[in-house]
Structures are given as C-alpha cells and as structure tokens.
T-cell receptor
Framework: GQNIDQPTEMTATEGAIVQINCTYQTSGFNGLFWYQQHAGEAPTFLSY??LDGLEEKGRFSSFLSRSKGYSYLLLKELQMKDSASYLCAVKDSNYQLIWGAGTKLIIKP | IAGITQAPTSQILAAGRRMTLRCTQDMRHNAMYWYRQDLGLGLRLIHYSNTAGTTGKGEVPDGYSVSRANTDDFPLTLASAVPSQTSVYFC??????????FGPGTRLTVL
C-alpha cells in the first residue's frame, strides 16, 4: 500500500527553527509537495521537490532524498502566524497526490 | 479575482437526501479534483478530471459522482447522503504537472 508518515503535532518557540519530517512509500514517485493549512482554511502550496537536495524559499526550505523516501520542511525565524498544519504529499506513478495526515505546528511566544 | 469558488460554504443534510456541491474555477486549469478531509486523516481523493469531458475515480469514490461538462465547473453529487459522508470537502485545480490550488471548502454534516 501507499503510505505517507508525518508527526502528528510539534511545538516550537517564536524565533526558533523547526524541522518537520515526512517519510513515504508510494507506487512510483513524480514529486513531493508541502502545503500549509491554517485551521478552517484551504491548503496553500509551499514547495515542490522532484530532485534530491534542498530547495530554499525565504524562511522555508524543503529537502528531498528519493533513495531514503524522505523529505523535511525547515521553517526558520518562526512567527506566530506559522502556527498551522503542514501537509506532505507525493505524486505517485498515476500522477495522483497521496497525502499525509499533516503535522500540526504550535508556536509559543 | 482568479481562483476557485465552492458552494455552499456549509450544509446540514438529512440522510437519504441528494446534494450537489458546486465548484468553479476561472484559471482555465485542465485538471480538477474533489477531496474530503477528515480529522486525523490525510486528504483523500474522491474523483478527478484531467480535462473537460473526462472523469476518473479516486481513492474513495463510492456514493459520489461527478461531471465535467466544461473547463470551469466540476460539481460533486451525493446521490443519497449517509452520516459517514460528514466531512469537509475541498475542490482543487491544477495546470498539468504543477501544484494544486484549493477552493475554500464545504463543510457538510449528514444527520
């Protein structure tokens, strides 16, 4: 079967750095996405990795290792507005997205 | 304003009733999707459409049907609602291989 694993919940302090991990087992791989979802709102796109390595976009970076079936999202200089759920999704061999259950990130002052 | 709209925002429905959730996008995206999101679970694909006139089944299609008569609209119909279909429903669209854009969601409660 296909599986995406992420921690259910993480807590971090405002101004700090946090790393959210995602491991996957899917039938084929055509890219990995990270989305942010604030409570009661729709998911919004953060990043896309299809090749191994680090993609940096402002305070957010995403890393991919295809051989290990592993990705992480790194958030720097945390702000209170970063409190949200972070969803990892893999595009499988049918080009459909398989979604993890999401990691709820709580930012404390 | 470009984007995706969904209607209604929320709905309470008696079991056994028929219901259509509406989704419209104005970005001229070829692909559209319907997901349901339940607490503790990831987004699950119900149905999708890669282009106008075609549709496909996702992970959890039973009890749902869709149509794609044109590029902009992708309605989702529950023929006879059951309590297990209580969920938040998101419509999304994408331009080929790129990221998906989501509508604001419909919160559906079936009693």
């Amino acid at each position: 079967g296909q599986n995406i694993d992420q921690p259910t919940e993480m807590t971090a302090t405002e101004g700090a750095i946090v790393q959210i991990n995602c491991t996957y087992q899917t039938s084929g791989f055509n890219g990995l996405f990270w989305y942010q979802q604030h409570a009661g709102e729709a998911p919004t796109f953060l990043s896309y990795n299809v090749l191994d390595g680090l993609e940096e976009k402002g305070r957010f970076s995403s890393f991919l290792s295809r051989s290990k079936g592993y990705s992480y999202l790194l958030l720097k200089e945390l702000q209170m507005k970063d409190s949200a759920s972070y969803l990892c999704a893999v595009k499988d061999s049918n080009y459909q997205l398989i979604w993890g259950a999401g990691t709820k990130l709580i930012i404390k002052p | 304003i470009a984007g995706i709209t969904q209607a209604p925002t929320s709905q309470i429905l008696a079991a056994g009733r028929r219901m259509t959730l509406r989704c419209t996008q104005d970005m001229r995206h070829n692909a559209m999707y319907w997901y349901r999101q339940d607490l503790g679970l990831g987004l699950r694909l119900i149905h999708y459409s890669n282009t106008a006139g075609t549709t496909g089944k996702g992970e959890v299609p039973d009890g749902y049907s869709v149509s794609r008569a044109n590029t902009d609209d992708f309605p989702l119909t529950l023929a006879s609602a059951v309590p297990s279909q209580t969920s938040v429903y998101f419509c999304a669209s994408s331009d080929s291989e790129n990221e998906q854009f989501f509508g604001p969601g419909t919160r559906l409660t079936v009693l």
